[in-house]
């Protein structure tokens, strides 16, 4: 496929070579490369900030989400049901070097999460010389989108996800006799952490992903209704994994928003198709 782009000065186009295109996606690269090590360069000095506040806030009692989901509870007449108990506690280094390390992983992790925009925005520069003028509108939408969709992820993640999940999983006994004890290490929380709230991110993406797959006809909004049954079974599934309690109402807080972008996904999937139809009308 012909790129084309026009020179500094806008005034005329003309095809570019495969090395013209590589040297230009080299530097589209290299910028979004260089606001994200500033980024976390940024987050690495404001350490007490990033982890007293941002890393270590699931960990305190006051926390925003439990106590919006305990106020949620008592409006809708469940009582405590939604309210997290939270353990004071502390975590735990096993070797010398896993505190600067983990600070680099989370600054890094911090600097893609807020540069993901940017990322985003210069591989829309990039591929922007090869749109027809009809293309440049949804594409250019399909940017602003994409960033809006992951950092919802990632504050799903971070608000609902990982805190229902780490209190969960920290007060689960194996057996009532308290023989066996959970001392969470600092590694094992930090890796938690960021995993959970980057799948939820990459997971947001659905839409994005859809899109894409039905342009290329692998997949179909036919076939996303058709299976919409056993996508619900595996979504009710996966909260009710998440969820710490029993109760309904906190595993429909997280199958709720899952359902909706698989419902949105497949609302995706029928405009390209349809779309697709029109134009080779």
């Known amino acids: 496929m012909a790129f084309f782009a026009a020179n500094k000065q806008g005034h005329e186009t003309g095809e570019m070579s495969f090395l013209q295109h590589l040297e230009e996606l080299r530097w589209h690269l290299f910028r979004s490369a260089l606001v994200i090590v500033v980024l976390a360069v940024l987050a690495f000095v404001f350490n007490d900030f990033l982890f007293d506040v941002v890393i ?3 960990l305190q009692p006051d926390f925003i989400s439990y106590r ?3 106020s949620l509870g008592h409006r809708i007449g469940a009582g405590d049901a939604m309210c997290l108990v939270v353990k004071a506690q502390h975590l735990q280094t096993l070797s010398a070097s896993e505190q600067f390390f983990n600070h680099m992983w989370i600054a890094i992790i911090s600097g ?3 540069g993901f925009p940017f990322l985003l925005w210069e591989l829309w520069k990039f591929i922007r010389p ?4 009809q293309e440049v509108g949804p594409v250019k939408l399909f940017a602003l989108i994409a960033s809006l969709l992951f950092l919802i992820g990632i504050s799903f993640g971070y608000f609902l996800l990982f805190p229902m999940s780490y ?3 920290i007060n689960y006994q194996v057996s009532s006799s308290g023989i066996v004890q959970t001392q969470n290490t600092f590694d094992d929380y930090v890796s938690l952490i960021s995993t959970m709230t980057l799948v939820s991110g990459i997971i947001f ?6 899109y894409f797959l039905t342009r290329l006809s692998i997949l179909s909004p036919t076939f996303m209704r058709k299976y919409r049954k056993h996508a619900v079974i595996i979504i009710l599934i996966a909260a009710a994994v998440i969820t710490p309690s029993p109760d309904v109402t906190s595993q429909m807080i997280v199958a709720v928003p899952m359902y909706i972008l698989y419902e949105l996904s497949v609302f995706v999937s029928a405009g390209v198709v349809r779309r697709q139809a029109k134009s080779k009308l």
């Open 68 to 70: 919006a989901l305990c």
């Open 112 to 114: 893609l999460i807020i």
């Open 205 to 210: 993406e659905m839409p994005i992903l859809v």
């Open 130 to 133: 090869a749109l027809k003028n």
């Open 167 to 169: 209190n969960f999983l």
């Open 56 to 58: 270590f806030g699931p």
